[in-house]
């Protein structure tokens, strides 16, 4: 894959709060990678079924999603961010990072989103069970998926410097 795009693809996934936009802000920023947002995307383009009114959220139509990405993916040099990771062809993705955060952490962040009882609740849920580390990899070679902690602002330099490395590792070795 290495050889034929022009950077590569990096998915940044965890539960929501985790700090995945912020972290593939910071690195698309340094790298000039482009920063997908899918949930973003999704709004924008439509990509969605309609409204889910218990968690408050749309409903995405993942293969909507897919071929809306399918060309730029193939292009390469991405950085895309959500909260979940199965849907995507494995072929897609060159490192694949999950973050994530403490319980009270989380649910501190997702108070200050304004986000409903229910919502908090089902995505600290998700974090305790690990929920998004195991779709990672049991949707990606285990070789690609790093879990990274995201509770403070050093760990969230930590986690950026590191893909940043990772990306110029990537870049040297398509070079050679
Ligand atoms: P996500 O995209 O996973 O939903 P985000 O990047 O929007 O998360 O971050 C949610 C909030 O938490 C935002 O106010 C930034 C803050 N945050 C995220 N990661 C952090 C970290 N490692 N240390 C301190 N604050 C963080």
């Known amino acids: 894959m290495t050889g034929s795009r022009a950077g590569p693809n990096i998915l940044i996934t965890g539960t929501p709060g985790t700090g995945k936009t912020t972290t ?5 920023g340094a ?3 482009r920063h997908l947002n899918v949930g973003a995307l999704v709004k924008e383009q ?3 079924s309609g409204w889910d009114e218990e968690f408050d959220c749309h409903v995405i139509d993942e293969d909507k999603v897919c071929d809306a990405l399918e060309d730029i993916m193939t292009a390469g040099a991405n950085i895309v961010d959500h909260h979940g990771c199965d ?3 494995e072929r897609w993705f060159d490192l694949v990072v999950v973050l994530q955060a403490d319980n009270t952490i989380l649910w501190e962040r997702l ?3 304004k986000y409903g009882l229910n919502k908090i609740q089902e995505n600290v849920q998700c974090e305790i069970m690990h929920v998004i580390v195991e779709e990672a990899l049991e949707s990606y070679r285990q070789d690609i998926v790093q879990v990274l902690p995201s509770n403070t602002v050093p760990e969230m330099e930590s986690n950026v410097d590191r893909i940043c ?3 110029a590792a990537w870049k040297q070795a398509a070079q050679a």
């Open 111 to 113: 108070e200050k989103r």
């Open 24 to 28: 593939a802000e910071l690195v698309a």
């Open 165 to 167: 490395a990772w990306v």
């Open 46 to 48: 439509e990509l969605h």
């Open 87 to 89: 849907f995507f062809p």
């Open 31 to 33: 790298t000039g990678l």
